[in-house]
């Protein structure tokens, strides 16, 4: 089992930056990718940015050159800095992990709100 728990949201306005982080813990050995997802009200969980444990990194094509995905192995953390955020980032986010079984963990969530 793997533990999932987000920080660092917040409400911004347009052009600012915020940090989020999230810690894992229980069999975080057996953690193979992490990611964030975001779901906005009315439409689906989306794929913000993902990173693999030899630090291979993905984003969606809405947030390159905005968005930074890091991984410290060290303290089992993810973290999303996200910069120039824009009122269409605000949306639940979300932590993710994927195994090497391939048993897939969500955190609780963490809310983004971008206005002025």
């Known amino acids: 089992q793997v533990q999932l728990v987000e920080s660092g949201g917040g409400l911004v306005q347009p052009g600012g930056s915020l940090r989020l982080s999230c810690a894992a813990s229980?069999?975080?050995?057996?953690?193979?990718?992490m990611a964030w997802y975001r779901q906005a009200p009315g439409k689906d969980r989306e794929l913000v940015a993902s990173?693999?444990?030899?630090?291979?990194?993905n984003y969606a094509d809405s947030v390159k050159g905005r968005f930074t995905i890091s991984r410290d192995n060290t303290k089992n953390t993810v973290y999303l800095q996200m910069n120039s955020l824009k009122p269409e980032d605000t949306a639940m986010y979300y932590c993710?992990?994927?195994?090497?079984?391939?048993?897939?963990?969500w955190g609780q969530g963490t809310q983004v709100t971008v206005s002025s």
């Open positions: 993710n992990a994927v195994t090497f079984l391939n048993n897939i963990y």
């Open positions: 990173i693999t444990r030899n630090i291979g990194t």
């Open positions: 229980g069999s975080i050995g057996g953690i193979k990718n």
